[in-house]
């Protein structure tokens, strides 16, 4: 089953899309852009809340929920806001339905038709400062610190399992604070967070930075961001972490009185991620067998398969696995033994392949005899015979070398994929050539980095934080420049 | 602030409204009839959905996400389930927004008018069973044990914040199975399951039995509940498991090849507790001070509140607080500290009263001295005071206790108001005098049902499982009857 996966060299986004379908992860469903999302795909969404939650709570914030329509009008309140996400989504605009008198189904009761059009919600910055305006009154009540777990849409035409689609379920959070300062540091200190979550959970490693005006949210003064790379050489903007300075406060008029009494607008920030990290995770680490994922986020993190040919032999085994198996629970690694009697082990060892369990063991009569077991790492494909004593260790060892190992590769590609141009010729071959991340000079103007991204398709990605400064001339327009800026084509 | 509290005894509903409002829990929003969790009222939903989601786990169930939107069609496959739920829900009929030409704010595209409306989720059953079609091929394929936790909305008239929204956060089980007879059992479990939710963690005794056909759900060939019974006298619902039969197979076309090699339509459950519980743990055991939770749901299981007149006082006391404090941490049991010096110690008592934490401890110069604390009970507002030696396993202790209590007091009450009566002149003056379960014979007609709710406001709130078989005659007719069912005014 595996082995009808296109490889990744002959059509990567072809290879995406089949995996993601073949691993169980997710599929389309009868609601254009609309995604299900399977169970093994949800279990590791959830291990990925879970690590993420804790860094927020951690962190100081707290979970609320806010309401999933949001009244049209509030969009117009914020001038850019409403220009970057109250065009493409979903209106209600009614709340009955009755029998249809012409035939069996049901149509709009058209009594039911609302006042004002109801939209569901595509960020919930609007609903959660029309709230904010009742929750604070005074600097005693700032900060607040909240972030909401739940479901967006925004109405893609062309969609993508995890990457784009119409519905996708995300975390936001939305902060107030007294002060400027607190505000920039709040977006900051979120921006090291999804940073440390994608190396140390994700194993991948992202570029932090803050985007150009052109690429800024509708809304923010700054956008802070992590940027990956993707083993085809483009880009994923795999978070977001925006300073909104005072513009939802102005909008929605949220004062809070100063120590000083003083009433004065309040600052905020916020911060997302969503299912679309699922996508930069199949796409940054797996291969041409299946998924490949870091132990961290692996539903099943070891499965153990038996190699018998009767009754007696499986008995013999499963009595020394239960074993082993209880030894490798105890360290806290979930493990998975698999002796159904339906599949070979070969349909097994594949299968797991598919999935990306990070250590495959099995273990047949001899191993029994011996005291060994077969070890097997998803990640370099490697196989090893082991004795079974202490093989706990041997696999937490294993697990952490794996969860390094991911991030080495990824680290290394990155690396080999970046490259400094200065000229428009060099940039041009750079982006159609392999991709990656093109660090070069720009004039710092939104009208070249458009003409770029028309020409090239290749957008700036971001401008990194703490970004050297020099001299240089634009490779577009050879106006003088300060800084390179990372551009790459981008999903 | 708690003083201000409406009495329960002067108007129960307006105290619920007020205490909802006052300790944070939930609040109305901009949008008619949906409702801003706030996050001392989440962090209780995060706690009930964390042991609901074990529970369902430690069962084999795994979570997977189906889309938030419903072909219109799709509800009226199922000839109950339209007439149940296609009607009062929020209806998406297009999927752009433009710029008002008249004016500053935005406007429908009214190219964008989709060809099928979409419904957003009332429930899920149509969009899970369209899916279910292409996982279940043959037995191999079944059991299906899937949980979603999702928002849902129904176009509800008249709100309350908890007990009726037009959006609330739910879970809802969707199961697949070969037979019947596992069916039946996969509801029945699911209810236990609910039970001993109730039971062990919102510390609420519940009534488990089987809905008559009126009170069925909509597709349901059974529909299992656990009742409750509220302070002022009214059942509320707590949790529901239905039996669907074949009737969403044979609605989605989905059948399964048996062993025997025929095909057969699958057999299906469904099942879903909401944030309606946290209406439910309010109203049950909650006090004219205000919240009273139990202990394995309280976001702050224990609060320390230091009494000092200056900061060298204050400074002493910490320094044994904090030690204090890491002990009983070191149990597993949350601990706030609050030493904050804008607020008196009577304020803050007043707050966590209102707030429902379950132990305080108050601590100052003499029982520095003396080794001592002081602590009150919550739930009985006693306040005793004990050594600090050994606190950490007092407060263990005192927090199992409480558990305990709040049960005991419940079911007692509910004993108390439980009334067997065989007259319709007793029947009614139960029901309108104190309210409770009353337990009476009916004769099976839902002719009968419905006349006796028209009358009375009262309904049958379920027949018990494993009810006591006896004659008796219905209060309402007189004609025969072989058991009593359970009557209440409800929520």
């Not at 914030?61 to 309401?67: D, E, L, R, S």
């Not at 009244?71 to 806001?81: D, I, L, M, V």
Request: proline fraction near 3%.
């Amino acid at each position: 089953m595996a082995k009808e996966l296109t490889k990744r060299e002959d059509n990567y986004s072809q290879w995406y899309n089949e995996l993601v379908i073949k691993a169980d992860l997710a599929e389309n469903s009868a609601v254009r852009g609309c995604m299900v999302i399977k169970p093994y795909g949800y279990a590791i969404w959830e291990k990925m809340q879970a690590a993420l939650d804790k860094m927020f709570k951690d962190t100081g914030h707290q979970n609320a929920y806010f309401p999933l329509f949001i009244p049209k009008s509030f969009f117009s309140r914020e001038a850019s806001h409403v220009e970057g996400f109250a065009k493409e989504c979903a209106v209600v605009t009614h709340y009955r339905l009755k029998a249809d008198p012409n035939g069996k189904g049901v149509i709009i009761d058209e009594d039911s038709k609302l006042e004002e059009e109801l939209i569901v919600r595509p960020t919930s910055e609007t609903i959660i400062w029309d709230t904010y305006r009742n929750w604070i009154q005074s600097y005693r009540d700032l900060p607040i610190l909240v972030n909401q777990w739940a479901n967006v849409v925004r109405w893609e035409m062309r969609t993508r399992l995890f990457l784009r689609t119409a519905e996708f379920l995300w975390q936001e959070g939305h902060t107030a604070h007294a002060t400027e300062k607190e505000a920039v540091e709040e977006a900051r200190k979120m921006l090291e967070v999804y940073a440390d979550f994608a190396e140390n959970w994700l194993a991948l490693p992202v570029l932090k930075g803050v985007k150009t005006i052109n690429e800024r949210f509708a809304g923010a003064v700054d956008t802070y961001c992590i940027e990956a790379l993707m083993q085809d050489g483009k880009a994923l903007q795999a978070g977001t972490s925006h300073f909104l300075g005072q513009n939802f406060a102005k909008a929605f008029d949220v004062k809070y009185l100063t120590k000083e009494n003083k009433q004065e607008f309040v600052w905020a920030t916020s911060w997302g991620v969503s299912t679309r990290l699922m996508g930069a995770l199949v796409m940054a680490h797996s291969d041409d067998n299946g998924l490949v994922l870091p132990p961290k986020l692996a539903p099943i993190q070891v499965v153990i398969v038996p190699i018998y040919k009767n009754e007696e032999q499986l008995a013999a085994i499963s009595e020394r696995v239960l074993k082993i198996k209880k030894s490798i629970e105890a360290k806290g690694i979930s493990v998975k033994y698999d002796d159904r009697d339906t599949y070979k082990p070969g349909w097994k060892f594949a299968e797991y392949e598919l999935k990306g369990v990070p250590l495959r063991l099995a273990i047949g009569p001899r191993d029994l005899e011996e005291g060994t077991i077969e070890v097997a790492r998803r990640d370099t494909l490697e196989k090893s015979t082991y004795q079974q004593i202490d093989i706990e260790n041997k696999v937490e060892h294993l697990l952490e070398a794996i969860q390094k190992n991911l991030y080495q590769k990824a680290l290394t590609f990155r690396d080999d994929l970046t490259y400094k141009v200065d000229t428009w010729e060099e940039f041009k071959h750079a982006i159609d050539n392999k991709g990656g991340f093109v660090l070069a000079h720009w004039d710092g103007t939104t009208d070249t980095e458009l003409k770029i991204k028309e020409e090239t398709k290749a957008t700036i990605r971001t401008i990194p934080l703490n970004n050297p400064q020099e001299t240089g001339k634009c490779i577009y327009t050879g106006k003088p420049s300060t800084q390179r800026v990372v551009f790459a084509k981008a999903y």
